[in-house]
Structure formats: structure tokens, C-alpha cells
């Protein structure tokens, strides 16, 4: 897909990601170029919400850090498993992605993928205009 402002706002908005007041891209988990990148290499908007979902499951534990909770004194502080937040991410990326696989199969019979034409792994739809 070409990237446009348009579609990198619905994307931030799929991704459940949002720039803070007076905030830019930059205080979010995805600058404007890397969500660019997410929309250049995906067949659709779903595909591509699948693929954020799928990169943010990889930061989280970085963000997290490795303590589930502590205490000093009577302040007690407890965050969300790491796993458990690993596996939300996972879960909204592959109900995207069954998203973007419906999306794309258009009017398909049977559901079937159409075969890989060009060895690119990427299947080639047809287009009755394209000769």
C-alpha cells in the first residue's frame, strides 16, 4: 500500500496508539516513518494493523522490564505480566490478520489462497483490467 497521512492515523487508531497532547510521533511506540514501512509492505490496512500488533508484542517486555510488582513500605506498585500483555498483542494481531485475510480474498470460492505466481510469497491477485 502507498503510505498517505490518512492511512497512517487509521493505523496509529488500529494499533490503539495515540500522540499526546502537544506530544509528536516520537512519544509513541511507532514514529510516522516505521508505521510508513508497516503500510508500504502490507496488502491491506488489517495486514498491516496485524503486523504492528505483532511488532509492539515485541517491545513490551523491553518497556515492562522484568518486575511484576513491588513494595516500599505502604506503597505497593504492581504492572502487568509481561506475558500477559505478550499475549493480548498476539491475540489482537491474529484477529487483524484473519481481517486483512477476509479483505483480500474479495470474492474468492471456497476461501482458497491463490497461488504464488512470481515466487515472491506474496500472492498475485487477478485483475481483469491488467493484461
Not at 496485524?50 to 518497556?63: I, P, Q
Amino acid at each position: 500500500m502507498t503510505p498517505t497521512p490518512e492511512l497512517r492515523e487509521r493505523l496509529r487508531r488500529l494499533l490503539d496508539e495515540r500522540i499526546p497532547d502537544g506530544g509528536s510521533d516520537t512519544d509513541t511506540r511507532f514514529t510516522d516513518i516505521e508505521l510508513d514501512e508497516i503500510l508500504a509492505d502490507a496488502r491491506n490496512l488489517h495486514l498491516a494493523a496485524a503486523e504492528g500488533w505483532r511488532r509492539k508484542a515485541a517491545v513490551v517486555a523491553r518497556e515492562l522490564g522484568p518486575v511484576a510488582s513491588t513494595r516500599a513500605g505502604d506503597t505497593a506498585v504492581e504492572q502487568v505480566r509481561v506475558n500477559d500483555l505478550q499475549a493480548y498483542c498476539l491475540q489482537m494481531a491474529a484477529e487483524y490478520e484473519r481481517l486483512g485475510k477476509q479483505a483480500s480474498a474479495g470474492a474468492r470460492a471456497f476461501g482458497l489462497e491463490p497461488p504464488d505466481v512470481l515466487g515472491t510469497g506474496t500472492p498475485r491477485r487477478w485483475d481483469p483490467w491488467r493484461v
